[in-house]
């Protein structure tokens, strides 16, 4: 019986229900009602300690959930909503950094639910700067009538730093490629550097080098000596 009248009234209950919901939606202000939304966010990294390297990056962005009212959720987007993990008291032997609620900014009235991951992993090394030679790279062949007398790089060393485990004191600094098969005459031109190690980098903002390329026209008879010692090598 009971059953009967529940299938009989099951319409007028449900318009009752869905007019409850309407009028309890109209009579809470609209600041009161609060949604949910996820955003991936960049995660910045700010005052790394003088005299030390990141050898090992967090990832670049992590996932923020936040709860804001409905007038401002429109507004949570990657551009108003920044990590900032502060680096300033960081500590060589440390590798793992949290990421709390009072890293993110927010607008006002928002408020940060849930972040993944809460927790990244930074390596950290000491800084170390040394003098390296700076060699020209020189490519290609000059023309068989003409010889190279010398090579001046200026200036032939550079200061580099970076990560102590990747400064090295065999490596050398080169020039970006000079194609020899290309000059007739000798030639002053200025090229940038070329280091041994993406973690390394030059310590001045000076990263133009003067390379002067001397070369002169072969003595026909010095040629010819020079042919014969070949060919007697042989």
Same mark, same amino acid.
């Given at each position: 019986?009971?059953? #009967?009248?529940f299938? !009989? #009234?099951?319409?007028?209950?449900l318009?009752?229900?869905?007019?409850? %919901?309407?009028?309890?939606?109209?009579?809470?202000?609209?600041?009161?009602?609060?949604?949910?939304?996820?955003?991936?966010?960049?995660?910045?990294?700010?005052?790394?300690?003088?005299?030390?390297?990141?050898i090992?990056?967090?990832?670049?962005?992590?996932?923020?959930?936040?709860?804001?009212?409905?007038?401002?959720?429109?507004?949570?987007?990657?551009?108003?909503?920044r990590? !900032?993990?502060?680096?300033?008291?960081?500590?060589?032997?440390q590798?793992?950094?949290?990421?709390?609620?009072?890293?993110?900014?927010?607008?006002?009235?928002?408020?940060?639910?849930?972040?993944?991951?809460?927790?990244?992993?930074?390596?950290l090394?000491?800084?170390?700067?040394?003098m390296?030679?700076?060699?020209?790279d020189?490519?290609? !062949?000059?023309?068989?009538?003409l010889?190279?007398?010398?090579?001046?790089?200026?200036?032939?060393?550079?200061?580099?730093?970076?990560?102590?485990?990747?400064?090295?004191?065999? &490596?050398?600094?080169?020039?970006?490629?000079?194609? %020899?098969?290309?000059?007739?005459?000798?030639?002053?031109?200025?090229? &940038? %550097?070329?280091?041994?190690?993406? &973690?390394?980098?030059?310590?001045?903002?000076?990263?133009?080098?003067?390379v002067?390329?001397?070369?002169?026209?072969?003595?026909?008879?010095?040629?010819?000596?020079?042919?014969?010692?070949?060919?007697?090598?042989?």
């Open positions: 019986m009971l059953r #009967n009248i299938a !009989r #009234n099951w319409g007028l209950k318009f009752s229900f869905l007019l409850a %919901l309407v009028f309890w939606f109209s009579i809470i202000p609209e600041e009161k009602l609060s949604f949910e939304k996820s955003v991936t966010v960049p995660l910045e990294l700010h005052n790394l300690p003088s005299g030390m390297e990141i090992e990056k967090p990832p670049p962005t992590i996932d923020v959930t936040i709860k804001a009212p409905h007038r401002l959720i429109d507004t949570i987007n990657p551009e108003t909503v990590a !900032r993990l502060e680096l300033g008291t960081a500590r060589v032997e590798t793992e950094f949290p990421i709390n609620p009072d890293m993110i900014s927010l607008p006002q009235g928002a408020e940060v639910k849930k972040i993944s991951p809460n927790q990244v992993r930074i390596r090394e000491r800084s170390r700067e040394i390296l030679e700076v060699e020209a020189l490519v290609g !062949r000059l023309q068989e009538n010889e190279l007398v010398r090579v001046e790089v200026i200036p032939n060393e550079v200061s580099i730093i970076g990560p102590e485990s990747k400064v090295k004191e065999t &490596y050398k600094v080169r020039t970006s490629p000079i194609d %020899l098969s290309s000059l007739t005459e000798s030639i002053e031109m200025e090229t &940038y %550097l070329i280091l041994p190690d993406p &973690y390394l980098r030059v310590a001045s903002y000076e990263t133009i080098i003067t002067r390329i001397i070369i002169k026209e072969k003595n026909p008879e010095e040629d010819i000596q020079e042919k014969k010692k070949r060919k007697s090598g042989n």
